[in-house]
């Protein structure tokens, strides 16, 4: 099992930043590609941005790049999304997620934590 915690959720304005962060517990964390997903109220949950196991390979939704950047620290078993220019469709609950697989499919992530609220006002 893998324990999954995020935090640095909030309230901002458009065109501020906020940095989520998300701490592992559990198996060795260094064995899982991790990945942010969000969902916003009525939509269906969406891959964000998603990272290799040493960090060396990331993806992002066409929606963030360059303006997200995912990133980890394995040594402290912990994922982090810096998100700056943040627009009003930014808002939704950010979860973060952890499988084995090289995949940025939502049904093959194995372990999730429990979500952080962004909301961004315009």
């Known amino acids: 099992q893998v324990q999954l915690v995020e935090s640095g959720g909030g309230l901002v304005q458009a065109g501020g930043s906020l940095r989520l962060s998300c701490a592992a517990s559990?198996?060795?964390?260094?064995?899982?590609?991790m990945a942010w997903f969000r969902q916003a109220p009525g939509k269906e949950r969406e891959i964000v941005t998603a990272i290799g196991r040493s960090g060396d390979s990331t993806y992002y939704a066409a929606s963030v790049k360059g303006r997200f950047t995912i990133s980890r620290d394995n040594a402290k078993n912990t994922v982090y999304l810096q998100m700056n220019n943040l627009k009003a469709e930014d808002t939704a609950v950010y979860y973060c997620?952890?499988?084995?697989?090289?995949?940025?499919?939502?049904?093959?992530?194995?372990?999730w934590g429990q979500g952080t609220q962004v909301t961004v006002s315009s």
């Open positions: 997620a952890a499988t084995t697989k090289v995949t940025i499919h939502v049904a093959l992530y194995d372990y």
């Open positions: 559990g198996r060795t964390f260094s064995n899982y590609h």
